[in-house]
DNA sequence: CATGAATGAGGATTCATTCAT
DNA sequence: GATGAATGAATCCTCATTCAT
């Protein structure tokens, strides 16, 4: 009831709109955004139905809000360390590959499944998530391989046809972790197939080349 | 009014079943299961609401019909193939991707990103399509590498984790297709792409492994 | 195929109506109106659900025919077997009840559960069966009880009050046995209720009147 | 705005309930179970429809919740009059009778009609009706007869024949009120009728015995 | 005549959103 | 601010009715 009393409040308060922006897309990401209800997203965080509404209008703003607090800032923070990074391009290659399974352990991976699902409904997210998200991060890959082969390092290939090779496998994981990994004793070790994948991306898969 | 005038109808009826699930395949995987309008399938289908119902019982026995008709006969094709090459295992490497390609064009494509989405709300269909197809495809695969290792043709890696770097990509590929892909100028063609993805598979993205 | 030969398709043909009828009012008497589906009434009698609209053009044109098909020959019967007595008001009494509990064996008896079940439904309905079939029973009953006071056989009643007294029970009994009847044990003889209440109406529940 | 204010807000809520109950209770005594709309259900209560389903879950629910606030309470009543009363059987069965009377004014005697019309399709309801409450009246009435032939107030009867000859005019009162009575001008006057009952069940109709 | 596939209006049910407290 | 009771638009599903064969 004094000042400090006040001060979890106050906290709780400030951090609401987080927190239900994490149980919405724990949910959004299970059972999709037209199959979750409201009423559940609110019992996961704590709160009220009505509580929602007083910070998310609708609950296609709650969807934004949920993808915007997503990939981002991860992206700028792999930005900056490829713009600091001195090494050879495969070191650096391996670094992000290093990178992004610590990503894959996060719940932000739920994300990509969450936009795939509904770009057909939300065009403007696409779009969105498409020219802001995907488009710098090609570039970024894109950047990264024309570097190392001007260097000599890499073989000479179109960078941008290059990209699925690099980044599907790292999906595919992030993808069956959300979805098929739920429900069967397949079991896919993260580390294991980051490791073989990136041999073979960079050694080649034939014995001898 | 003869033997062939009652061909069109009988013709018609026999294909309804399947007219039905393409439209709604389209929808489905264009929205989402929940967002889906059964109205809209109809439409789509060019038959009215109610007769959706004298060939699926509810919306959830279309979904399952839709799944059905999916990617195990494809999966088929390729086991024989697969029994039935005697060259080497790149070279069957080689082919399966070519496959994968044309499947690319088709709409089965769709089928990954429903199962994806909707793994969540159908964890039979999920367990099933990992069971059924998943594993399958994957002790295809384990199959080939190992056989390509125990002949000395491939170098010795974890055929199971080596999985998601031949599989990723044209994983990715399909979704994008059907999500991203349809809202952005960002370009990925598919053929250029699958075939920088052998040349690295196969041998490597470093300049001298 | 000859003339012998259509002769049963004929006396089918002929038979359809009442057929399907009969089909009806087991259905209708045993889930009410609404909810029985036509297609359970054309399957019970044999036929196709089209076949159903050559001869009724709406479901409630059925159930008129239901009804039609009911009670009046019946007590037509009773009112010429009245007519033709010449014995007692008591022995009058008895052998109408004797006559009614022959009815209680008949599928007749679903008929006043329908006309109660749907008299809201269907008004029009309720007046002619009240004005056809209860006033004219009512008056039927009125005028023997009357008649019996006036000769002395009974004592001074109002009749149109006695009415539920003599009818109340064989009601009774024919409801219990479309409804509760079909759901418990409890046994109700309608030959031992029919006889004690004869007897208790005529002579009386007290020791000594 | 005080203690006051909040009251009528806390009345209704708890009332809705029954507000809802008892406006199913009219119109599925009128219309059926399956002929009444949800909607007039919640336009007769006053609420919408969706206010329906925060109280009943489904519409049979709600039917069940109908019947339960139903003739049990009454039927206690009766118990306990019985088992305090100390005059002879022929009064006891008259007070019973006047009882009767008064329940008849009761918007319970729509609830016979119900169970009626729906046993067919709600075979566990009837069964619980059957047993619940047809049952025990029964009990109770045959306990009264028994106990008045043993000390000679009744004729030796079978108790449990007997028992439609004092009900069977009471249910064709109720059940008349709630569907023929509606719709013609036949006038059946339940005071007149019980009397008239009560005189002829206990001295009967013949003029000297 | 008979059939049963096709139709679409009607009704139960769900859930995003509002608002009095 | 927070709540949760109330709302009603939206959608799945049923079934009386039609009609081409």
Redesign the interface.
Known sequence: MQATGSQPRRRRKDARPSEIADAALALF???????TRLEDVALRAGVSKGTLYLYFPTKEDLFRAVLRQGLLPNLEAMEQAVAAHHGST?DL?RQIATHLLVVLDTDLTAIP?L???????F?AI??L???EV??RA?ALLTGILRRGIER????P??P??????F???????A?WK???G???E?A??PK??M???M?????????R?
């Open positions: 990401s299970e059972r999709g955004f037209a199959a495969p290659l499944k936009v795939l699902a509904e770009s057909g409904n065009p696409a779009r998530y498409a020219d995907v488009k090609m000599g390092e890499l073989r290939v179109d941008q046809s290059a990209i699925p090779s980044i599907g496998p790292f999906l595919m994981m993808l959300h979805s098929l739920q429900h069967t397949i896919l070790n294991a197939v490791e073989t994948h041999d073979l991306l960079l050694h080649g898969l034939e014995s080349s």
